[in-house]
T-cell receptor, first 115, second 111 residues
Framework: NAGVTQTPKFQVLKTGQSMTLQCAQD?????MSWYRQDPGMGLRLIHY???????DQGEVPNGYNVSRSTTEDFPLRLLSAAPSQTSVYFC??????????????FGDGTRLSIL | KQEVTQIPAALSVPEGENLVLNCSFT??????LQWFRQDPGKGLTSLLL???SQREQTSGRLNASLDKSSGRSTLYIAASQPGDSATYLC??????????WGAGTKLIIKP
């Protein structure tokens, strides 16, 4: 089982560029989410989805877009990269949003630097 | 607003010692509390999940406790090993079903 797969693992962008971080899971999980992790801070929720065609904003959604056309994939788009978006990005999934006692599965992260 | 705090931010102990990591949260209205392990350059691995109605959970050398009334959880690691070196994060699920995270404790076990 691959679990949650994130690509790329590393990326360097220039300010103003756009890009898409990919996330795919093969566990048929309905709930998927994107977090960013910054030094000295806990993970912060960017966007999440409770199923195909349904997305919602988390704590820090500005500058990011998401879509969920299939159960398996949940890409995160940076519209116009800014240095403040330099971070490590994690994608996670679990069976359904309301099944709170099911632990989340995480990808290995994408390390993104904006110059 | 729920806030989760982990103290200390870093901890270094000799191999073989028993140790305790702390996690505190400000709002007792939680569904559960989870402990995760993060290795450098890797994602997060779930270690233990304690439901709000439970007091503790055990897995091997790990024991996690939960005291909702005081807003505290501890992760006890027995007979520490160099392979236990990692960052340990705690997170609570709040009534909106979202995980609220602490910043983590970086643990170093010295051989």
């Amino acid at each position: 089982n691959a679990g949650v797969t994130q690509t790329p693992k590393f990326q360097v962008l220039k300010t103003g560029q756009s890009m898409t971080l990919q996330c795919a899971q093969d566990m048929n999980h309905e709930y998927m989410s994107w977090y960013r992790q910054d030094p000295g801070m806990g993970l912060r929720l960017i966007h999440y989805s409770v199923g195909a065609g349904i997305t919602d904003q988390g704590e820090v959604p500005n500058g990011y877009n998401v879509s969920r056309s299939t159960t398996e994939d949940f890409p995160l788009r940076l519209l116009s990269a800014a240095p403040s978006q330099t971070s490590v990005y994690f994608c996670a999934s679990r069976p359904v949003k309301s099944r709170v006692h099911q632990p989340q599965h995480f990808g290995d992260g994408t390390r993104l630097s904006i110059l | 607003k729920q806030e989760v705090t982990q103290i200390p931010a870093a901890l270094s102990v000799p191999e073989g010692e028993n140790l305790v990591l702390n996690c505190s949260f400000t709002d007792s209205a939680i569904y559960n509390l989870q402990w995760f392990r993060q290795d450098p350059g890797k994602g997060l691995t779930s270690l233990l999940l304690i439901q709000s109605s439970q007091r503790e959970q055990t897995s091997g050398r790990l024991n996690a406790s939960l005291d909702k009334s005081s807003g505290r959880s501890t992760l006890y690691i027995a007979a520490s090993q160099p392979g236990d070196s990692a960052t340990y994060l705690c997170a609570v699920i709040d009534p909106s079903y979202q995980l609220i995270w602490g910043a983590g404790t970086k643990l170093i076990i010295k051989p």
